[in-house]
Nanobody, 119 residues
Framework: VQLQAYGGGLVQPGGSLRLSCAAS????????MGWYRQAPGKQRELVAR???????NYADSVKGRFTISRDNAKNTVYLQMNSLKPEDTAAYSC??????????????WGQGTLVTVSS
């Protein structure tokens, strides 16, 4: 299963960006989808996660500013990031958990897309 993330870039503090990540390949279903980030010198952290039926959870640091959503028909997850702060600067990676046609579960990670918040 391949993941391709889009949407990173340079934005000023207070600005917005929208990340997207599409899953492709041969599989039966995508269950949970999520975004992680890793800033230089820091550990990777979960930003947001969404289940197939739409249940979401967020890191406390992004609650009220970020919104995760998904399009099950397109196997795509989105992360709308508003009111961005310099501390949001990081490489953002998407991840999915799903099942192959055999029923065997899998987990995949995509390459990170860099988000830089700076004036």
């Amino acid at each position: 299963v391949q993941l391709q993330a889009y949407g990173g870039g340079l934005v000023q503090p207070g600005g917005s960006l929208r990340l997207s990540c599409a899953a492709s390949g041969s599989f039966f279903a995508i269950d949970a989808m999520g975004w992680y980030r890793q800033a230089p010198g820091k550990q990777r952290e979960l930003v947001a996660r969404i289940t197939r039926n739409g249940y979401t959870n967020y890191a406390d640091s992004v609650k009220g500013r970020f919104t995760i959503s998904r399009d099950n028909a397109k196997n795509t997850v989105y992360l709308q990031m508003n009111s961005l702060k310099p501390e949001d600067t990081a490489a953002y990676s998407c991840t999915v958990d799903g099942r192959y046609n055999t029923g065997r579960p899998f987990g995949s990670w995509g390459q990170g897309t860099l988000v830089t918040v700076s004036s």
